[in-house]
């Protein structure tokens, strides 16, 4: 499943069904393209920006659906390789 898709709403409640309401939602997705830039097109790292950035605001979106009409319900987003402190190393393998 591409980060960008939610499971339908059937397939949302049958996990609930079977496991519970969701208590806790984690964003800890990401896309990229691991390639020399010189091989790369702007279109490849829009797509990786589309899909980190909209797998994270749609997924938060279904979670919310399920977890407001409970008042309850934990969203975390955990950034990694993104954080500017790890830039100056994954620049280096450009």
């Known amino acids: 499943m591409w ?3 939610t499971p339908s709403r059937p397939r949302r409640i ?3 069904r079977e496991l519970g309401p969701i208590d806790i939602w984690v ?3 990401m896309a990229t393209v691991f390639s ?3 091989g790369s097109d ?3 790292f829009r797509r990786g920006t589309e899909v980190t950035y909209l797998g994270t605001v749609h997924g938060t979106m ?3 659906k399920r977890m407001q009409p409970r008042r309850r319900g934990t969203i975390v987003n955990v950034g990694s390789v993104d ?3 790890h830039w100056p190393l994954w620049l280096a393998n450009l």
């Open 3 to 5: 980060p960008t898709r």
């Open 14 to 16: 049958g996990i609930e």
């Open 27 to 29: 964003n800890d997705g």
């Open 36 to 38: 020399p830039v010189s």
């Open 42 to 44: 702007a279109k490849e």
């Open 62 to 64: 279904a979670a919310l």
């Open 83 to 85: 954080r500017p402190e």
